[in-house]
């Protein structure tokens, strides 16, 4: 599935390109020779999953419990879900969103490649003087909407959440993996801009200049053996890294070697972020590792084989974690 993910300001013309982008793809797709398999089209939003704006609005909330906000986090898993639904190398997703925070972004990236299918970041560049003015207007006409009937506008946001939101949001970096390629439009791009954009996003993921995807590296192989004890060896060489960095972090520095267990000699290296890493931070991320492969079970040769893929994998995994949390 090549995945589009569009970000930008709030307020700043998002919808509107994507509905845009979305009649492109369509256009490209219908004018595919008969003989090919038709690519799927899918418009994903805030609106089609019925989202209110109201989720990211944190100013109600008390300082304490700002960065745990679980109405957007509970938003994140809908739109999450929707996507990874249809993930598959014949459906292209366009996901139309706010998509301000970089982790999220990184997660979104991480999907894609484990679907071996390209994504890409398109930013829509709009000034913070124009966006805040576009939903100042939206706020207007909501207020002089109140009691009558007619068209519905798009929803703007409260103004303490808008200059939130502008505040938090943060911008894609083409210089790392997740936001790259980063394509950008702004306000005043006209449509024939627009397609000529549009276009070079076609050929990056579904045209002559798609490249073959491999799947992250936090992916475990597995080959098909009954009778090997997966999930025991996924917790213990798990458990096994996590006490090795704990011990070793003070006396090594930025990295840690981790003995790749396959009784070469060689070793593996977690690079850390600079900073010390606590229990509860690495316990976090073993488990979501632990998530995504313990489906295995059953399925993956056990003993040093397996052994060693896993640490492998699970040393991939952290420092692809540590790089997205720096």
Same mark, same amino acid.
């Given at each position: ?13 998002? /919808? ?18 008969? *003989? ?26 008390? #300082?304490?419990?700002? *960065? ?13 879900? #929707?996507?990874?639904?249809?993930? /598959? ?26 679907? /071996?299918? %390209? ?7 709009? *000034? ?27 929803? !703007? ?14 911008? !894609? ?6 936001? /790259? ?82 009784? *070469? ?14 229990? %509860? ?46």
């Amino acid at each position: 599935m090549p995945l589009i993910i569009i970000t930008g300001l709030p307020a700043s013309g998002k /919808s509107t390109r994507a509905a845009q982008l979305h009649a492109y793809l369509a256009e490209r797709i219908a004018a595919l020779p008969p *003989s090919s398999q038709p690519y799927r089209l899918h418009l994903i939003s805030d609106t089609t999953q019925g989202i209110s704006r109201t989720v990211y609005d944190l100013s109600a909330l008390p #300082a304490h419990v700002r *960065s745990a906000n679980a109405s957007e986090k509970d938003a994140r898993a809908s739109i999450y879900g #929707a996507v990874k639904r249809v993930l /598959s190398p014949r459906d292209i997703v366009v996901l139309d969103g706010l998509n301000y925070i970089k982790g999220w972004r990184y997660q979104l990236f991480c999907e894609a490649k484990n679907a /071996s299918t %390209p994504s890409a970041v398109l930013q829509v560049g709009c *000034s913070v003087e124009r966006a805040r003015g576009v939903n100042e207007e939206r706020l207007r006409k909501r207020g002089e909407a109140v009691g009558k009937e007619g068209e519905a506008e798009e929803e !703007p946001y409260e103004p303490a959440n808008w200059e939130n939101l502008v505040f938090r949001y943060e911008e !894609p970096n083409p210089m790392t993996r997740w936001d /790259s390629p980063l394509f950008t439009l702004i306000w005043e791009d006209d449509e024939a801009q627009a397609r000529e954009v549009f276009g070079r996003i076609w050929d990056v993921l579904a045209g002559e200049a798609k490249k073959v995807v491999r799947p992250n590296q936090s992916t475990v192989q597995r080959d098909k053996d009954p009778g090997g004890d997966y999930l025991y060896v996924l917790e213990r060489e798990t458990q096994d890294i996590i006490k090795r960095i704990l011990e070793r972090q003070m006396e090594e520095g930025g990295e840690v070697r981790i003995p790749k267990g396959n009784d *070469s000699g060689e070793d593996l290296v977690v690079e850390l972020p600079g900073r010390k890493v606590g229990l %509860p931070q690495l316990q976090r991320y073993r488990r979501a590792f632990v998530v995504l492969n313990r489906g295995g079970i059953g399925l993956e040769a056990v003993g040093k084989l397996a052994a060693t893929r896993l640490r492998e994998s699970f040393v991939g995994y952290l420092n692809d974690a540590f790089e997205k949390d720096g």
